[in-house]
């Protein structure tokens, strides 16, 4: 985990973990956890989060599963942006292959013409 500041106001955090990685013979395991959040101006306001999640599991039943989500803001001109992403549920095994996907953007606002 590593933080930065200025004397501007910017402060920024990011935050990473990857554990289990695997092979045993047949059976390969990876997990990826990621976040970065706090990116902050507070001169202008502009604020960035954004969080990402991964994990494979192979064996018999695969199983591959993404989780995402970012946030940008800029309060000066009104601007906002979200996004959402989660892919889920990837599994093979032996015979029904399984795959499911969500993904979400909502809130783009741009209130600078006003």
């Known amino acids: 985990m590593e933080e930065v500041r200025d004397g501007g106001g910017q402060r920024w955090r990011r935050s990473e973990m990857m554990e289990e990685v695997r092979d ?4 390969q ?3 990826r956890s990621e976040m970065m959040e706090e990116v902050r101006d507070d001169g202008g306001g502009q604020r960035w989060r954004r969080s990402e ?12 599963r993404r989780s995402e989500m970012e946030e940008v803001r800029d309060d000066g001109g009104g601007q906002r942006w979200r996004r959402s992403e989660m892919m889920e ?15 979400m953007m909502e809130e783009v606002r741009d209130g600078g013409g006003q």
């Open 24 to 27: 045993d013979g047949g059976g």
């Open 89 to 103: 549920e990837v599994r093979d095994d032996g015979g029904g292959q399984r795959w499911r996907r969500s993904e």
């Open 53 to 64: 999640m991964e994990e494979v599991s192979e064996g018999g039943g695969q199983r591959w």
């Open 29 to 31: 395991r990876w997990r």
